[in-house]
């Protein structure tokens, strides 16, 4: 088994920044596909960005391209969603996930086997 564990969220004004993290623990994997999804409330769940291992390839929503940087480090089992130029409408709970196969494209939520239980950001003034 796999847990994961987000960390970083809270509130911040427009135009600001935060960085998440999310630290697996457990069985570890010589390959993977991590992502980040979030949630708003009475929304659907929406796919943010992810980034594989080996390879580092990485993808972005439309929506947060040239914002949000996904990265990861091996060393400490840990993906970080870096997030600039924060505006209201991305408020919501972020969620990272795991698997050990690595995908092709773009991974939606049913193909991934582990999640944290999510962080909640806020942007607000």
């Known amino acids: 088994q796999v847990q994961l564990v987000e960390s970083g969220g809270g509130l911040v004004q427009p135009g600001g920044s935060l960085r998440l993290s999310c630290a697996a623990s457990?069985?570890?994997?010589?390959?993977?596909?991590m992502a980040w999804f979030r949630q708003a409330p009475g929304k659907e769940r929406q796919f943010v960005a992810d980034i594989t291992w080996p390879g580092g390839r990485t993808s972005y929503a439309d929506s947060v391209k040239g914002r949000f940087t996904v990265s990861g480090d091996n060393a400490k089992n840990t993906v970080y969603l870096q997030m600039n130029s924060l505006k209201p409408e991305d408020t919501a709970v972020y969620l990272c996930?795991?698997?050990?196969?690595?995908?092709?494209?773009?991974?939606?939520?049913?193909?991934?086997?582990?999640w944290g239980q999510g962080t909640q950001v806020t942007v607000s003034s």
């Open positions: 457990g069985r570890t994997f010589s390959s993977y596909t």
């Open positions: 996930a795991a698997d050990p196969r690595i995908f092709g494209i773009r991974v939606t939520q049913s193909m991934l086997t582990y």
